[in-house]
Nanobody, 121 residues
Framework: VQLQASGGGLVQAGGFLRLSCAAS????????MGWFRQAPGKEREFVAA????????HYADSVKGRFTISRDNAKNTVYLQMNSLKPEDTAVYYC???????????????WGQGTLVTVSS
């Protein structure tokens, strides 16, 4: 599976962005997809994940109620809708594919390239 993330940019605090991750490969519809982020000087951290069917989701506590992950298997694309953005959400965001929605960076099978999200105060 090859992953291509897009949609990052500069936004003011309280604003919103939607990230997209386009995937290639026959296994997309049978694998869990997720998003991680890495802020400068910090370790990469889990943000959100969605099951292969889209029926189950899992979020980091820091983004619950603000971010929504979804997927469109017909388009081989996973989305991350980010609302009420905060300066602390500033990071490079990476899409990922794994066998489970309970992801950590050690068990991710595939990584996309990052897309930078900057939230100004």
């Amino acid at each position: 599976v090859q992953l291509q993330a897009s949609g990052g940019g500069l936004v003011q605090a309280g604003g919103f962005l939607r990230l997209s991750c386009a995937a290639s490969g026959r296994t997309f519809s049978s694998i869990a997809m997720g998003w991680f982020r890495q802020a400068p000087g910090k370790e990469r951290e889990f943000v959100a994940a969605v099951s292969w069917s889209g029926g189950m989701t899992h979020y980091a506590d820091s983004v619950k109620g603000r971010f929504t992950i979804s997927r469109d298997n017909a388009k081989n694309t996973v989305y991350l809708q980010m609302n009420s953005l905060k300066p602390e959400d500033t990071a490079v965001y990476y899409c990922a594919a794994s066998g489970s929605i309970y992801m950590n960076s050690m068990i991710v099978n595939y990584w996309g390239q990052g897309t930078l999200v900057t939230v100004s105060s």
